[in-house]
């Protein structure tokens, strides 16, 4: 919710674009996505969700099954990205597993990265060739999850306020390679590669990258990550939503790592189920159901309008109530702020052990959780409800 130089609401305003999942070239030819398969899941609005399969180049070198989403919010936006290669033959390590980055026009005069306690350290970037390496495979250290952004982001050549941050949350990082195992990430920043040979203003390109000791890529290797990108507005002038958490925020740190920390450390730290179901992904929180007649969990942390879904449901008819000193207080399933988002039902098909072709409701809601130390929600069968 960026606001626009005009004023105007509920519009695009620019971050800057520009990013790839798998970046490997073997012999001088780009690997490209071959015979991709996809499946839209869910359209949203609280969560959708899209699956992909299929390989990169002609001759299968990679194998890749994926899962994307985005979610109803009130705050910024957030993509997140679950990501399984797996390697059909040995190469070499020059390759990247998510590049974030890549627009003309960038400006990223500093550049910050950090892990779940804090910042590892900020950085200014020089005016550089193209392509120069202003960092090569750094590790990150410390307890996930890791976090890298552009804090002091600009877009040349516009007389735009409205412009976002870029970042990107790595939730979850294992990998591996001749058998070893590794679940912190490395990482690479350049300056974008162009054809002129002069020095530029810096424009960093941020790549995740095998591990400096892996010297090949053998065949069987493996990646699996999980991480979300997110778009910030940098000060509280450019932000319009309600979230008044994040105004606050952004009024006490402008342009700063910190709202990129936020996001981070802070955004669900626990899900725990009481009674009735099993934790499926604490972020989205993705619960699986038992009990078709209630389901009880415990929250820790939030931020925003997070995404809470219950799948497994053999009927339509539940309310989810927030429990408080009060009692059971139902959410209201008209959440609408700006035409028809409300809560979500979808009915998906499946099969089960014997691969019997079986259907199942799915029901989302999003849950503010903001300033919210914890929280404990209660899904519970309407009375009275069949199906």
């Given amino acids: 919710m960026v606001k626009r130089e005009d004023g105007a609401k509920w519009k695009f305003s620019d971050a800057g674009w520009g ?61 997140f990205f679950n990501i399984r290669y797996e390697f059909n033959r040995e190469t070499h390590t020059d390759v990247s597993f998510f590049v974030l980055g890549g627009q003309d026009r960038i400006y990223t005069p500093v550049i910050a990265w950090g892990n779940k306690e804090g910042l590892i350290e900020e950085r200014s970037l ?19 999850p890791f976090w890298f952004g552009f804090p002091k982001q600009e877009i040349r050549g516009e007389d735009k306020k409205g412009c976002g941050l870029r970042a990107i949350v790595i939730r979850s990082f294992e990998a591996s390679f001749s058998g070893v195992r590794y679940n912190k990430p490395t990482f690479s920043v350049r300056n974008i590669n162009r054809r002129q040979k002069v020095s530029i203003d810096p424009n960093g390109i941020f790549m995740l990258r095998p591990p400096k000791e892996v010297t090949s ?54 899900v725990v189920v009481n009674s009735g179901g099993e934790v499926v992904s604490t972020y989205p929180i993705v619960i699986s159901v038992v009990d078709q007649c209630m389901v009880k969990l415990t929250i820790q942390g939030g931020i925003g309008a997070v995404p809470l879904q219950f799948k497994g449901l053999q009927s339509r008819f539940y309310t989810l109530h927030h429990c408080t000193e009060e009692g059971e207080v139902p959410i209201d399933r008209d959440q609408a702020v700006h035409g028809k988002d409300f809560y979500q039902v979808e009915y998906r098909y499946g099969r089960d052990e014997d691969l019997e072709v ?30």
């Avoid at 020089?126 to 996930?144: A, M, R, T």
């Avoid at 940098?234 to 740190?253: E, K, V």
């Avoid at 910190?258 to 981070?264: F, G, L, Q, S, W």
């Fill in 126 to 144: 020089e005016k550089k060739n193209p392509g120069h390496p202003y960092l090569e495979q750094q590790n990150f250290v410390g307890q996930s």
């Fill in 358 to 387: 079986i259907g199942h409701y799915y029901i989302t809601f999003n849950v503010i959780l903001d300033d919210i130390e914890s929280s404990t929600w209660v899904l519970r069968k309407d009375v009275g409800t069949v199906q």
């Fill in 217 to 270: 890529i053998k065949q069987g290797d493996w990646v699996s990550l999980d991480v979300s990108i997110i778009t910030l507005p940098p000060s509280i002038s450019t932000y319009y939503g309600p979230n008044m958490s994040l105004q606050r925020h952004l009024a006490d740190s402008p342009n700063s790592w910190k709202t990129i920390h936020r996001e981070a450390a802070e955004n669900i730290r626990s």
């Fill in 19 to 79: 990013g790839d999942w798998l970046d490997l070239s073997i012999q001088g030819e780009r690997q490209k996505p071959f015979q991709w398969k996809f499946g839209y899941l869910s359209h949203g609005p609280c969560l959708s969700e899209v699956k992909y399969t299929g390989w990169y180049g002609k001759e299968k070198s990679v194998s890749l099954e994926s899962s994307v989403s985005t979610l109803r919010t009130d705050d910024y936006a957030r993509t």
